[in-house]
């Protein structure tokens, strides 16, 4: 039994919802986590800490509904790309590892200084090696048959390198206007402060990957430039921009909420953009979504399963933020 094209079409929007979800939650956390070292030790990190304490959990779930969802959805591009990225993949895991025991043990101990920095340094390398493992992905991967065809360090290239700077720069920006949002006085200014230097950093990085990306592969450059792919690409550049200046504009009349949302909203343009690059491929190149995909009827049994569980996550996460809407001290919600 052959994969069913429209199926092929849903799972892949879903896998692609449960990625950028995962993106735009657990990024601010790891944000919070990147930014630690230029906290002030005592109440700036406790009270940033106290944001993201009730709902830090809840976010990692889109990662495990991505993930699972590109094993069982499209199994052989889960069986090319996973050897490809190995080594990124595995530092990434030991850094959500560290980042959440640091969370836990940084309350119980007298070393609080040690597990603030395990604390930061989780975080950022788990940033840092998402950003890689998109570029290595990006960059393309060599594929013999039905198998991965190179070398344990293909992955790494000054563009994956570019993307992983570029995410951490992201998830900083991200972490930094949620703490406008959520905390008041010299934390909140603080983090306008940093908001600034992160906005101008992911601005910034946005567009040196977006001028390197088409350059990488004939169908990235004919997407991006040539018609008809040129009709759906012309409005995301031209968004970004405006995006920006909203962004800018925001943060200079002290916004509270607007930021976080516009700096979302920088992410959602620029996931466009990558699905504007890649699509249809699976493997970029190599293997489309279609030839990549599982039977039909595993697709719809799956789809029944998700459809059951999807508004359950969706319905305990938002009710999470929801009850812990309010403004944060050190000492818990005002």
Known sequence: MLPDPTLTLIWAGIIGLAIFVYVVTDGFDLGIGI??????????????IATIKPVWDANQTWLVLGGGGVFAAFPLAYAILMPAVYAPLIIMLLGLIFRGVAFKFRSRTTRIWLWDF?????????????????GAVLQGVKVSGRSYAGGWWDWLSPFS???????????????????????TGAVQDHAYRMAWRG??????????????????????FSHWFEVPGLYYSAPVPILVAVTSVFFVRALRRRAEVAPFFLAQALFLLTFIGLGISIFPWAVPGQVTIWQAATVANAQSFMLVGVGLLLPVILGYTGYAYWLFRGKVEAEGYV
């Not at 906290?39 to 700036?44: I, K, L, V």
């Not at 992983?164 to 900083?172: E, F, L, N, R, T």
């Open 35 to 48: 930014l630690f070292p230029v906290m002030a030790p005592g109440a700036e990190r406790e009270t940033a």
């Open 118 to 134: 395990a604390f930061f340094a989780g975080s950022t390398l788990a940033a840092f090696c998402q950003g890689v493992i998109l």
């Open 161 to 183: 390198l570019l993307t992983g700077v570029s995410v951490v720069a992201a998830y900083a920006l991200l972490g930094s206007c949620w703490l406008i949002w959520r905390t």
């Open 199 to 220: 906005g101008a950093a992911s601005i910034a990085a946005v567009g040196a990957v977006s001028l390197a990306t088409p350059f990488l592969n004939h169908d990235y």
